[in-house]
Structures are given as structure tokens and as C-alpha cells.
């Protein structure tokens, strides 16, 4: 029962990690109709550019994440730009020309940090806590609070602000959105960069429980696909649900499975999807004649 | 005749060009570049796979370097570990392949698009996961020690003698694959890619041709992995990650998904690009990527679709010129002198003036009667077959069915979560004559046809076509039985020929008709022919013969209207369901329609039509049925239903004021 629990914290906090890089890929896709593949990359460089401030700029870990997750909005802007013809486009172009951006970011990521990756120390050095004989490590807990706090952030920005309300409009019907004023373009470009700044928080978050390389996005980028797709594509409840699961899934498939834990993780996935295929709060599609 | 270059004779040149060239070209290569050679045309074979299942059937298919490895180590396996022979272990290779590409496919039966991609992808990561791991496939290390393929004393251990052997798989796969592309199969499945459902309601089998679609891929990439084992002696998983395949995905994008030429371009180029530019990793990575959004955003249909872009643009202009000819609109009604031959043919292609002359399409589907048993040639008879099991099953309809019903539908109920569209709906269509269906908007009427069609399955009620019962049988299934439909918003097979969009639908072979693709080949082409001539007849009753190879989008709207009823006429069916055809159409094409209706009803297939046009309703319609929220509230004579309380008020308002005109509907 210990290690159940052992596994299910662990589990729960690469979930959370999962979540927020799921959030980033369901904001841009329910906003503009974009399935981003580049965001594995984007995270990626906002690992590196927080890892930078971090340790080379000796910035605090606090004011390393925030700058980094505004560089990497930036970066987030230009390639909105450059990707905006394969908005709403078919699925084949978008897959394959934001893998295309993945690339170059990671060739600029070689060419600037090199090829050889690097290990961050943890920011919290305080003991883990132990509760009922499961050791939870207190930067696990950090990484759970400031996810919980950027979903709800979020939400709020969504719900309670005009601008969100804007992008709420245009995720709804963009056409008609344009109709009533909206400026559809800077629409999208906001969610890009809020999408950016997402994936660099998870990355900068991740960099310590992980090691900051290259191609540390490609993993963590499919598995928080999988888990935007599991919880419902374009959900914000989804994508937190569906990267607390993926999360769950992958750690007890680590625990009881060992090197496998990848097949089987991708194998319970797929039938999972199979049996639901719009996912837990899932977007509905219904064929019109 | 015999000078003239058409595009067709421009590409047999071609080919046979570029054959040669690929003949000599080892002569010209050092050993490193031998070796090149040899990795692009694998990754040419894998290409192809990927273009059939991803450009032509439109399913996402991002495991294909796993069904590559699948061939490769179970060649690897079966060689080393159980000591089997090369080319036993192959065969035994490619079955597994196929069997591994079946397991992928499963998904797609459910789940499509980005769904799609990210599961077959996982399916990869989990298939590295797995040689990674097992004992059986020697983890990270791999399995080296694999034999040289034997091959009637040829000695396939020199690089230059392997080539030939991959040159010749290659050519055989890409013919089969343009092969499977031009006829049926690929027709379909181009169909299924630019509208499952469409494609569905005209009779394919969307589910079946999915799996044929990851079947007919991994079959390419078993044959890829089996020949990388026999050239390689080596297999290890860092081949098969899922950075190869993006890279094998970029190949078929960069070179054009749509066309199998330009996946082999793109993979032959790619590959040659990537070792020249090996030692430069970070700037050669940085120039793909580059490459990779640039070709993405400028040229969305690859480097192959670069020409055809611009050739298109000039036909287009040619055909939309022709189009408002009045003669050419005549031909459907019969009575035109046509004078198609003054329509710019696009692809060069002329017709004797007597085939030119104004057929009534009426003449066609009567072919479903003894007509059809003329073509007593192998390929139409199985199609001849499944006609006469069809009429075994009308035969049956005089039990429990009112003699000259066609279609009864009784108390048809459909909700959806809540909202009910169809309450308690009974109906009759009597064979022969032209049944209007008229009501206000969101009446329910296009969901009536979509339950008849099969895109609903109802949620109560029955609904039984010439005595069986239809109601939630696929669509596919309820084309074959004969009911055809059209769209209220077009749905015309985008990416597909006028031509090809008919050829679709009158196609009436079953999905398991297609091993003759590797049986009996011949027969699948002499059975393409004859569909050919007939489609191109049943154009010309149209008066659409001059479009034959125009795309439907190039063409005015009115003629994309007709168009997608002459392709639901294609099936030959016994009740033809349209939905608004007119539509958006002017005046004189509304007259045209009329027209072409009663053709279609004098020459025996029943018609259900939909339309908000009273006057059209009024003028065509022997009895009108009226729905309102769901329900049949009158039917009857046209003049009748037009005077009935019920229906005055359904259109107009309770508190409508008598001469208040009557709200435009619009769709």
C-alpha cells in the first residue's frame, strides 16, 4: 500500500507537469485550430533560457521561470507568425510544418547551448515530507501548486477578462468573431504566446526532475499530447485530468512494468481512446449532411 | 493521333527516362555513394507505403516506421535466432508486417485526423519501447550476423548488386501502387479521404477500406525492412525512433503526399540531402526544418504539386468560359442538338460528333435490367452478380409490403441528447413517382434523409426499402440496396476529376472484389475500362462530358449541383433522394432541374425530393409530404397541402395576416 501511494505521488506530479504542457497544446488548438508539434521544442527552450537565468545569470529560480516563460512568449509570437497560413488548415500540413519548426528550434538550441545536455538542482532543498510512511518530495508539491495556480490563472483570464472572452469567441466561431469585431489575428497570436509561456513554465518546472537537452521535448511533448487528447482535445478540465492520467499511468507502468513502461502506457492509451474517442470532457463533433 | 504528346504519353516518357537513368546510375557512383543509393530507394519504398496510406487514403499514419522495423527484425529474428532461410524468414516477415499494420489500423476505424496520429504514434514509441527492451530483439545492442539474401547465385553482399534488387522491388511497388491508385480501389480511397461520408452514401465501405489503406502501407514497409536486414546484416532500434519517422514524413509532405512520384522524389532527395550535409549536424537540421516550413507554407501539395499548380490555373480559366454555354445545359433534358465539341476539352480529348448528340440520361440506368447481362465479362459479372442478389432480395418484397410502396417509413423517431429532430414520422414513397418533402427550416427533413441514407441510426421506428428493413444499416450497405442521394450543401469529392467523382459512385464492386488487385489484375483494368465508357456516357446525357477532367471546384456552382446529381445517378439506383437541389440555382438552371428530375423519374428511379422552391414543388411533385418540428403535419396533392390550415400556419405564423408574404426560406 506504501509503495501504491509512493507511485501514485510520483506519478501525480510528472501528471501535473503533463497537465500544464497539455493545457498549452489545447489552448492554441481550441483558439486557432492548431495542432502545435513545435510545443514539445518551445518547452524545450524555455527549460533552456530558465536553466540560463538560473544558473549563468544566478537569477533567483523564482524570477529565472517567469522571465523565461516571457522570452519563450516571445519566441512563441514569431513562430505564430510564420505558421499563421496553416491555421485551420488540413491536419497533415499543420503536423508536419510545426514538426518542422520543432526541428529549427532544436538546431538553434544545439547551436546555442551545444548538443550535450545539463542537470539543474533542484530550487527546494528543504526535506521531503513524510506522510503515513510516503516520502513526497517538497519540490513534487511546488510543481503541483504552481500548476494548480497557472490552471486557475487561467481560467480566470478566460472567463473574467474581455480579451479572454475574445478568445473564447474565436475558438467558438472565428468567422463570426471577426463579424462582431474582433481581431482575430491578435487573437490568435495571444493564445500562441500564452501557450508558449505555458510550455516554458512546464519545462522550467520540469528541468530539475528531468535533465534540460535538445530533445528533452519530444517525449515530454507526445506525452502531453496524448494526455490533451485523453482528456479531451481543447479542454481545460480535460487537459488536467488527462495529464494527472497519463502521469498515473506512466508511473505505475514504470513500477510494475519496468523498461516497458512507454509500450504499455501507449497501448492502455490507445484503447482508452478507443473506447472514448472525444475523451473524458470531450470535444463533440457531429456529422452534418 | 499517333504524334500527338498527350500528358499520359509525357509521363510514360518520363518514366521510361528515368528508368534508364536509374539503370546506369551505379556506374557513376563510388562505393559511399552506392551505399547512398541504396538507403534512399528503402526509404523510397517506405514512402510510397506512406503516400498510399496517408496522401491517398487520407488516414494518419505515423507508425510506419514501426511496420519497417517489424519486417526488418522479424527477418532479423527468424534468420539468426530460429534459423530459417532468408527468403522464408521474408515471407514470414512481411506477414507479420502486414499483421502489425492491421493492428494499427484498428484505431482509424474509430478515431481519425489528429486522434489518429497521436495513437499510431504512441503505437511507434511503444514498438521502440519494445526492442529496447526484450530479450528477444538483443536491446540496445541489436542483432547483427544477418545473411545475405541468396538470389540464383547473384552475389547481393556487393552494394551494386543489391541496388538492382531494391531497384527492382521499388519499381514493382511503385507500379502496383499507381496502379491501385487509378482504378477502384484508389478511387475509393481517394473518395474516402476527400469525404468518408460521401464516399460512404455512394457505396464504399469506409471501415474496410481504411484497414486495406494501413494494409496496402505496411505491406511496403515490411518489403523495406526485410531489404534493409539483407543489406544492412544489422538491426538496432536507434533506426526505427520516431525522429526517422518525421523524417519519413517530411519526405512524402516535401515531395507531395498526393502523388506517389513525388514521395519517391522527396524521399531520393531528402536522403541525398542528409548525407551531404551529415557533418554539418546543427545547421543541416536548422536547413530542413527551414526547408520543411517553407515547402509546408508555399507549397502545400509538395514539389510534384509545383507544375500541376500552374497548369491547373490555365485550364481552369479554358472550362469556366465554356461553362454558361446554353447548349451544353441541354443535353440532359434530351432535347439538345449539343454541341459539346465546341467546349474546350481540357485534356485534349475529342468526341465524334454522333456520340456528342444529347442522350437522355434515362437511357442509362436502365442498364440495370438486361442491359447489364451483355457485359458477360469476367470483371462485370461479379458486379452483374450482386445486382441480381439485390433484385432476389426486391423479389422477396411481397411479403409484408404494399404492393408498389418502395419505401415506408413508420413511426421513425430520432433525438439527439434531447432535442428531438423526427417525432413519430410515417411515410410512404410509392414506386415511380416524385415525392416532395417540404417544411420550414429545421422541420427535420434532412435528417429524415439521413436516416434513410444511413448517416443516422434512428432512435425508434422502421424504416423498410422495397420490403427489408434499412433502418441502421451502414450507408454504404443502403447505397448498395439502391437508394442514392444528394447533399443540401455539395459534397463532391474535392480533390477528385468530374469523371472520377461518377466513377465513385457507379463502381458497385464489394471492398472483398479487390483480390484481383493481386490475382487477377488484368481483370481489374478491363473492368475499369468498361466503368470508364459507361461514366463518360452518362456524362454526356448530362452534358458534362467537357468537364470530364475538370475538378469540381474549377466549375460554376450550378454545374457542381448538377454534377452531384448525376453522381448519385451513377449507382443506378431505384430511389433518388435530393436535398435542395436547386439551391442557389437561377431560374433557368431551376427549369434545367425540372427537367433532368423528371428524366431521371421517367426513365424508372423513384424521386424523394427536398426543396423550399413551392413553385418548383408544385410543378414537379405528383404528392407532397410536410414536416413541421419534426412531424408529418399534411401530405397529399400539391394543391391541396397548399391550402391545408395546418401547413399556413407552419409556414407563416399563427398571427399571421392573411397576404403577408411568405418568409424567404433559406438554408
Same mark, same amino acid.
Given at each position: 500500500m506504501q509503495s501504491f501511494f509512493q507511485t501514485l505521488v510520483s506519478g501525480l506530479s510528472f501528471g501535473a507537469v503533463y497537465a500544464l504542457v497539455a493545457l498549452g497544446f489545447s489552448l492554441v488548438y481550441r483558439t486557432m485550430g492548431l495542432v502545435n508539434f513545435a510545443h514539445g521544442a518551445v518547452l524545450m527552450i524555455g527549460a533552456y533560457v530558465a536553466s540560463t537565468f538560473y544558473l549563468s545569470a544566478r537569477l533567483p529560480?523564482?524570477?529565472?521561470?517567469?522571465?523565461?516563460?516571457?522570452?519563450?512568449?516571445a519566441v512563441g509570437l514569431v513562430i505564430e507568425r510564420v505558421l499563421r497560413p496553416l491555421e485551420n488548415r488540413d491536419f497533415d500540413l499543420m503536423l508536419i510544418g510545426t514538426i518542422g519548426a520543432g526541428t529549427v528550434l532544436e538546431a538553434v538550441a544545439i547551436l546555442i547551448w551545444s548538443s550535450s545536455g545539463r542537470g539543474v538542482p533542484s530550487p527546494v532543498r528543504t526535506a521531503p515530507l513524510i506522510v503515513g510512511g510516503v516520502r513526497i518530495g517538497t519540490y513534487n508539491l511546488v510543481v503541483i501548486g504552481v500548476v494548480a495556480v497557472a490552471m486557475a490563472a487561467l481560467t480566470l483570464f478566460l472567463q473574467h477578462t474581455k480579451r479572454g472572452a475574445a478568445m473564447q469567441a474565436v475558438a467558438m466561431d472565428h468567422e463570426a468573431a471577426t463579424a462582431v469585431g474582433i481581431h482575430v489575428g491578435r487573437s490568435n497570436a495571444i493564445a500562441f504566446a500564452i501557450g508558449a509561456g505555458l510550455a516554458a513554465l512546464a519545462g522550467s518546472l520540469a528541468s530539475p526532475m528531468l535533465y534540460v537537452s535538445p530533445t528533452m521535448g519530444d517525449s515530454l511533448g507526445i506525452q502531453g499530447f496524448a494526455a490533451a487528447i485523453l482528456g479531451g482535445f481543447g479542454s481545460i478540465p480535460g487537459a488536467i485530468v488527462g495529464g494527472l492520467g497519463i502521469g498515473v499511468i506512466g508511473s505505475f507502468a514504470a513500477q510494475w512494468f519496468q523498461g516497458y513502461s512507454d509500450l504499455v502506457t501507449f497501448v492502455v492509451f490507445t484503447v482508452l481512446v478507443m473506447i472514448k474517442p472525444t475523451g473524458i470532457f470531450g470535444e463533440r463533433t457531429v456529422s452534418r449532411a | 493521333m499517333s504524334t500527338v504528346l498527350t500528358p499520359f504519353r509525357v509521363r510514360l516518357l518520363g518514366l521510361a527516362v528515368l528508368a534508364v537513368v536509374a539503370w546506369l546510375l551505379p556506374y557513376r557512383l563510388n562505393i559511399y555513394w552506392i551505399s547512398v543509393a541504396d538507403t534512399a530507394l528503402l526509404f523510397a519504398l517506405l514512402a510510397i507505403g506512406m503516400g498510399l496510406v496517408m496522401g491517398i487514403a487520407g488516414q494518419v499514419n505515423l507508425a510506419q516506421i514501426a511496420f519497417f522495423g517489424v519486417g526488418?527484425?522479424?527477418?532479423?529474428?527468424?534468420?539468426?535466432?530460429?534459423?530459417?532461410?532468408?527468403?522464408?524468414?521474408?515471407?514470414?516477415?512481411?506477414?507479420?508486417?502486414?499483421?502489425?499494420?492491421?493492428?494499427?489500423?484498428?484505431?482509424?476505424? $474509430?478515431?481519425?485526423?489528429?486522434?489518429?496520429?497521436?495513437?499510431?504514434?504512441?503505437?511507434?514509441?511503444?514498438?521502440?519501447?519494445?526492442?529496447?527492451?526484450?530479450?528477444?530483439?538483443?536491446?540496445?545492442?541489436?542483432? /547483427?550476423?544477418?545473411?545475405? *539474401?541468396?538470389?540464383?547465385?547473384i552475389d547481393l553482399t556487393s552494394q551494386y548488386l543489391y541496388y538492382y534488387l531494391e531497384l527492382v522491388v521499388l519499381a514493382l511497388g511503385l507500379l502496383f501502387g499507381l496502379f491501385v491508385v487509378r482504378t477502384p480501389l484508389g478511387r475509393r480511397m481517394r473518395a474516402m479521404r476527400d469525404d468518408a461520408l460521401a464516399a460512404g452514401a455512394a457505396g464504399a465501405e469506409i471501415g474496410v477500406l481504411r484497414m486495406m489503406a494501413f494494409g496496402l502501407a505496411s505491406v511496403y514497409g515490411g518489403a523495406a525492412g526485410v531489404l534493409y536486414a539483407g543489406l544492412i546484416h544489422y538491426v538496432a532500434p536507434e533506426t526505427f525512433s520516431i525522429a526517422d519517422m518525421f523524417l519519413l514524413l517530411a519526405m512524402v509532405i516535401i515531395g507531395g503526399r498526393q502523388s506517389l512520384a513525388g514521395c519517391v522524389i522527396g524521399a531520393v532527395g531528402l536522403t541525398v540531402a542528409q548525407q551531404e550535409l551529415t557533418n554539418l549536424a546543427a545547421y543541416a537540421q536548422l536547413g530542413y526544418g527551414v526547408v520543411v516550413v517553407a515547402v509546408v507554407v508555399f507549397a502545400p501539395a509538395g514539389l510534384v504539386g509545383i507544375p500541376a499548380r500552374l497548369r491547373r490555373r490555365r485550364v481552369r480559366s479554358v472550362a469556366a468560359l465554356e461553362a454558361f454555354q446554353p447548349s451544353m445545359l441541354g443535353g440532359a433534358e434530351g432535347r439538345a442538338e449539343?454541341?459539346?465539341?465546341?467546349?474546350?476539352?481540357?485534356?485534349? $480529348?475529342?468526341?465524334?460528333?454522333?456520340?456528342?448528340?444529347?442522350?437522355?440520361?434515362?437511357?442509362?440506368? /436502365?442498364?440495370?435490367?438486361?442491359?447489364?447481362?451483355?457485359?458477360?465479362?469476367?470483371?462485370?459479372?461479379?458486379?452483374?452478380?450482386?445486382? $441480381?442478389?439485390?433484385?432476389?432480395?426486391?423479389?422477396?418484397?411481397?411479403?409484408?409490403?404494399?404492393?408498389?410502396?418502395?419505401?415506408?417509413?413508420?413511426?421513425?423517431?430520432? $433525438?439527439?441528447?434531447?432535442?428531438?429532430?423526427?417525432?413519430?414520422? /410515417?411515410?410512404?414513397?410509392?414506386?415511380?413517382?416524385?415525392?416532395?418533402?417540404?417544411?420550414?427550416?429545421?422541420?427535420?427533413?434532412?435528417?429524415?434523409?439521413?436516416?434513410?441514407?444511413?448517416?443516422?441510426?434512428? /432512435?425508434?421506428?422502421?424504416?423498410?426499402?422495397?420490403?427489408?428493413?434499412?433502418?441502421?444499416?451502414?450507408?454504404?450497405?443502403?447505397?448498395?440496396?439502391?437508394?442514392?442521394?444528394?447533399?443540401?450543401?455539395?459534397?463532391?469529392?474535392?480533390?477528385?476529376?468530374?469523371?472520377?467523382?461518377?466513377?465513385?459512385?457507379?463502381?458497385?464492386?464489394?471492398?472483398?472484389?479487390?483480390?484481383?488487385?493481386?490475382?487477377?489484375?488484368?481483370?481489374?483494368?478491363?473492368?475499369?475500362?468498361?466503368?470508364?465508357?459507361?461514366?463518360?456516357?452518362?456524362?454526356?446525357?448530362?452534358?458534362?462530358?467537357?468537364?470530364?477532367?475538370?475538378?469540381?471546384?474549377?466549375? *460554376?456552382?450550378?454545374?457542381?449541383?448538377?454534377?452531384?446529381?448525376?453522381?448519385?445517378?451513377?449507382?443506378? *439506383?431505384?430511389?433518388?433522394?435530393?436535398?435542395? *437541389?436547386?439551391?442557389?440555382?437561377?431560374?433557368?438552371?431551376?427549369?434545367?432541374?425540372?427537367?433532368?428530375?423528371?428524366?431521371?423519374?421517367?426513365?424508372?428511379?423513384?424521386?424523394?425530393?427536398?426543396?423550399?422552391?413551392?413553385?418548383?414543388?408544385?410543378?414537379?411533385?405528383?404528392?407532397?409530404?410536410?414536416?413541421?418540428?419534426?412531424?408529418?403535419?399534411?401530405?397529399?396533392?400539391p394543391g391541396e397541402v397548399a391550402r391545408d390550415p395546418a401547413v399556413l400556419e407552419a409556414y407563416l405564423g399563427k398571427s399571421a395576416l392573411p397576404g403577408l408574404p411568405v418568409p424567404e426560406a433559406s438554408p
Open positions: 529560480f523564482v524570477a529565472a521561470v517567469p522571465a523565461a516563460m516571457a522570452v519563450t512568449s | 526488418a527484425y522479424a527477418t532479423a529474428i527468424l534468420t539468426t535466432h530460429d534459423g530459417y532461410g532468408f527468403w522464408v524468414a521474408a515471407l514470414l516477415a512481411m506477414v507479420a508486417a502486414v499483421l502489425a499494420g492491421l493492428v494499427a489500423g484498428v484505431p482509424a476505424l $474509430r478515431i481519425q485526423s489528429h486522434y489518429l496520429g497521436i495513437v499510431t504514434l504512441g503505437l511507434a514509441v511503444a514498438f521502440v519501447d519494445w526492442i529496447t527492451n526484450a530479450p528477444v530483439t538483443g536491446g540496445d545492442s541489436g542483432i /547483427s550476423g544477418i545473411p545475405t *539474401p541468396p538470389l540464383f547465385g449539343a454541341s459539346a465539341a465546341a467546349v474546350a476539352v481540357p485534356k485534349g $480529348r475529342r468526341f465524334p460528333p454522333w456520340l456528342q448528340a444529347g442522350r437522355a440520361p434515362r437511357r442509362l440506368p /436502365s442498364r440495370r435490367g438486361g442491359d447489364s447481362r451483355r457485359g458477360s465479362k469476367p470483371a462485370e459479372r461479379s458486379e452483374a452478380l450482386a445486382r $441480381r442478389k439485390t433484385q432476389r432480395g426486391l423479389g422477396a418484397e411481397g411479403r409484408g409490403a404494399v404492393p408498389g410502396v418502395l419505401l415506408s417509413v413508420s413511426g421513425l423517431v430520432m $433525438r439527439f441528447r434531447g432535442v428531438t429532430a423526427l417525432d413519430d414520422v /410515417s411515410l410512404e414513397v410509392r414506386a415511380g413517382e416524385i415525392l416532395g418533402v417540404v417544411g420550414p427550416n429545421g422541420s427535420g427533413k434532412t435528417t429524415l434523409f439521413n436516416v434513410i441514407s444511413g448517416l443516422y441510426r434512428p /432512435s425508434g421506428g422502421s424504416v423498410r426499402f422495397a420490403g427489408r428493413s434499412i433502418a441502421g444499416a451502414r450507408s454504404y450497405r443502403i447505397s448498395q440496396l439502391g437508394i442514392a442521394r444528394t447533399f443540401q450543401h455539395l459534397r463532391l469529392f474535392r480533390h477528385l476529376t468530374v469523371l472520377d467523382n461518377v466513377l465513385v459512385s457507379m463502381d458497385r464492386t464489394r471492398s472483398w472484389w479487390s483480390w484481383r488487385y493481386i490475382c487477377w489484375p488484368f481483370g481489374v483494368w478491363r473492368y475499369d475500362h468498361a466503368l470508364r465508357s459507361r461514366a463518360l456516357a452518362l456524362l454526356r446525357g448530362f452534358g458534362l462530358a467537357g468537364f470530364a477532367s475538370a475538378l469540381p471546384a474549377e466549375l *460554376p456552382y450550378g454545374i457542381q449541383r448538377r454534377l452531384e446529381i448525376a453522381r448519385a445517378l451513377a449507382s443506378s *439506383p431505384r430511389l433518388l433522394l435530393l436535398d435542395e *437541389p436547386a439551391a442557389g440555382l437561377n431560374g433557368d438552371e431551376q427549369r434545367q432541374l425540372a427537367g433532368i428530375v423528371r428524366a431521371i423519374r421517367d426513365s424508372g428511379v423513384t424521386v424523394m425530393i427536398i426543396e423550399h422552391n413551392m413553385g418548383l414543388v408544385m410543378s414537379l411533385c405528383e404528392r407532397v409530404v410536410v414536416l413541421d418540428s419534426g412531424a408529418v403535419i399534411a401530405s397529399g396533392e
